[in-house]
């Protein structure tokens, strides 16, 4: 029974955790533009969402355990034009570990000021990788890897999928 109710709190706390990845941009009564993955106070009314994030991601030919860890945890690289080398390495490190994802690609001054907000950075440094709720800055494949351990994804990518 205790397992159960386990279970059943679970599946109603994973839909409110999935809508938490929306990013919410407001300019308060004090004239300053607020960007937060949490809805502005109630009295606001012009609302943006800003989207930082590419489409949905197809994980069915995948290992059920990364189908879970997708949704459960889903996996976007920043990069932009300029970050060439180390976006690569960055996507090719999750190409080996059989990481789907998502790239969202920053290119105007506004998503680098929504990426800095969301990021709680005064500065940006990309490669850049949320997995679920976390965030990491820059790749740093130890990082990295703790980051994708934790959300259940594999070390390496199977045979078919490499």
């Known amino acids: 029974m205790r397992l159960l109710r386990s279970c059943l709190l679970a599946l109603m706390v994973l839909p409110l955790a999935a809508g938490a990845q929306a990013l919410y941009k407001w300019v308060g009564k004090d004239g300053k533009v607020h960007y937060s993955d949490q809805p502005p ?16 991601i197809d994980t069915s030919g995948l290992p059920y355990e990364t189908q879970q860890a997708a949704k459960n945890f889903p996996v976007t690289l920043y990069t932009s034009a300029e970050c060439q080398e180390s976006c690569e390495r960055a996507r090719a490190f999750l190409r080996r570990r059989g990481v789907p994802f998502g790239e969202s690609v920053l290119s105007t001054e506004e998503q680098f000021d929504a990426h800095k907000r969301l990021f709680g950075a005064e500065n940006v440094f990309l490669p850049a990788i949320s997995v679920g709720r976390q965030r990491q800055q820059g790749f ?21 999928a490499r």
């Open 41 to 56: 106070p109630q009295e606001v009314r012009k609302v943006e969402q800003p989207r930082l994030r590419g489409g949905s």
């Open 140 to 160: 740093e494949e130890g990082a990295w890897n703790g980051l994708l351990d934790a959300a259940g994804y594999a070390r390496a990518a199977p045979s078919a």
